[in-house]
């Protein structure tokens, strides 16, 4: 309820600067072109007709106009007109908008070129081969996901009279295709307390890909949450939840019922009546918030996702250092418990910290998904030096008995160990939850800050459960090997995973950053391990190792603010499947194309992704199966920042990659399991 009245006050003062800064914005515009180019466009009409005008509206890539009611954020158009006597405007017509959801906010939007039609009265007196002057200034928002700019223009043509009825204008014909078809019977409506109730005359034979009932009524839905549609009769049942706050009641609807992702919708009026209740449910519209399961499901399925993160490959070089610790702790059943509690600490303390920060950042507008810690180049090569100097470590190149990842130190020592090994396989550990846990963590991005907070310290928690299990039940403690002299051999041989998970830090920061930012980063590598080869040298002849270890812990540092820039991700995609790069455009494209669509979203930090590809998608048999069935694949790489790509997770209800997703011809979405056999989706192109 707070983050709502939050989001509606922003939007309110968002709007309210929109408007008192427009004169301002407009003159700072001067001399340069804007960012959605408006031309007022007329065709040949006759004396006493009423024909359409068009404002036909261009946006630059990457920005995007407002339908009549934006939404939770936005301004619609502004139209003050000057017409000669006689002539008059009538109510603007638009075009079917697209949904847009930024930061949870549910905004109604065009993201290509569109024109809205005015109807304009021609006076009866006017003489025919004249021209009827017209002129109009027009105010809109143009917007991109992170700015808005209010835009204006004075807008003139002259319309030209004919003394017959003209022949029809190819543009105005395309133009007025687009607008959505008008409902010959008026809908039913009836508001409770949680939702509007529709009941729109349909027939049932009406196909319906990605329907979506957009309100010219403000405030009184709720625009970002899921819409239900059932099929009654004749009658297509809708129910919308009511806005949480602000909510308003209204005598009369008017709206526009999106069929499909291709601009086709129906235009439609309501009056108070009676709404049918039943009939049979249809998928509802997959740019809204996706439906949540119960919380103690959800809770759940986090629990079962971190214990199960535990047999990840990915996680193992982490896990492997802990077991050291565990043999270890079996000389005191005290130590033990206390050394499973600290783990355990360390683990849920950074799920909830790196739950916190998602939940902040997204709070803040930013567009990151779980797992956003391995997109930012210099975190990626933090981790590297880490994994690089874990594994010197091991070697015996140096000794640390603090974090005390392996023998030696105190009670208190091995305490902090088991807190910062916890910390550390958490962190590394997180990415890894996809295929077992998506809804869990995509639900987390949708509720509440405590019920969030809750699903990341239940991931914590269900990553620590095998290591207090051991601690806390004897029987399993005294099944771990008792100390001796195997744990240096052992440690010995901990060290190639974790020198394997160096190498691939190292591949993936020449993957996140370009070839001359992963030199520069195994340079400043190289001169860190120098340091701690001193180090390691200093301590076997007896000598303090402090000097070296500050020495090895600046070059670290220094390192990381020397750094060039990371070259930008690449735009081209390498797939035998002649993957394009994802994009929501080229999505509705495809779709609308009547093509089956396999969008598949990744990352070069997602071994289950990777395994995936070679298992079951870079394929010859994939390739084939896709050849013959004229499949658009659609690849998206989040392998860094991409707010698109964020927004079309979150959409899905998904906090991360991997994420497979396919379109039938008929556009229906089905999600594919997270972990592919090798012949599934040969299967799905050809079923």
Known sequence: ??????????????????????????????????????????????????????????????????????????????????LPKGAKAGTPRYPVPQTLVVSGLMNHVFEHDYAVLVPITVPADAAPGSRLPLRVAAQWLACTEQICVPERAELAVELPLVAAAPAPDARFAEWTRRLPAPLDAAATFSLDGKALHLAIPLPAT?????????????????????????????????TIPRAKIDARDAAALTGVLRLDGEGNGIAFSARPGAVPTGGTPLAGDTASTPALAPLPL??????????????MPCVFPILSLKALSLARAGESEAHARIEGLAYTAGVVTACLGLGGVLLALRAGGQEVGWAFQ???????????????????????LFELTVPGFVSGGSPSSFTRGAFVTGLLAAFVATPCTGPFMASAMGAALLLPVLPAMALFAALGVGIALPFLAIAFIPPLRRRMPRPG?????????????????????????????GPWFAGEALLGLALVMAALFVMGRTQREGGSARPAAATAMALAV??????????????????????????????????????PVFVWMTADWCLSCKVNEEVAIERAETKAAFDKAGVVVLRGDWTRRDPAITRFLTAQGAAGVPLYVWYGRDGKAVHLPQVLTSDLLARQAGG
Request: charged share 15%.
């Open 298 to 311: 959800l809770l759940l399925a986090a629990l079962a996702g971190g214990l199960l993160l535990n047999v």
């Open 485 to 513: 002299a195997w744990m240096v051999t052992f440690r010995r041989w901990l060290a190639v995973p974790m020198g394997l998970t160096a190498l691939a830090l190292a591949w993936l920061t020449w993957k996140v950053g």
């Open 558 to 595: 220094v390192a990381l603010i020397v750094l060039p820039t990371p070259m930008p991700p690449a735009a081209t995609v390498d797939s035998i499947l002649g993957a394009k790069p994802f994009s929501e455009q080229a999505l509705t494209e495809a779709r609308a194309a009547g093509k």
């Open 1 to 82: 309820m707070k983050k709502r009245r939050y989001r509606l006050s922003v939007t309110l003062l968002c709007q309210l600067l929109a408007l008192v800064l427009m004169p301002i914005a407009v003159r700072a515009q001067t001399g340069a072109p804007p960012h959605i180019a408006a031309e007022l466009v007329a065709a040949p009409a006759a004396p006493g007709s009423e024909d359409m005008v068009a404002i036909h509206m261009t946006p630059e890539k990457g920005w995007h106009g407002y339908w009549s009611n934006p939404g939770d954020a936005g301004l619609g158009m502004e139209l003050d007109w000057t």
């Open 374 to 396: 391995l997109q930012e180049p210099l975190v990626v090569v933090a981790l590297l030096l880490l994994a690089a100097a874990i594994t010197a470590n091991l070697l015996g």
């Open 206 to 238: 009406t196909p319906l890909a990605s329907p979506h009932v957009f309100l010219g009524e403000d405030k009184l839905v709720d625009y970002a949450a899921s819409q239900a549609f059932a099929w009654n009769g004749d009658r297509l049942i809708v």
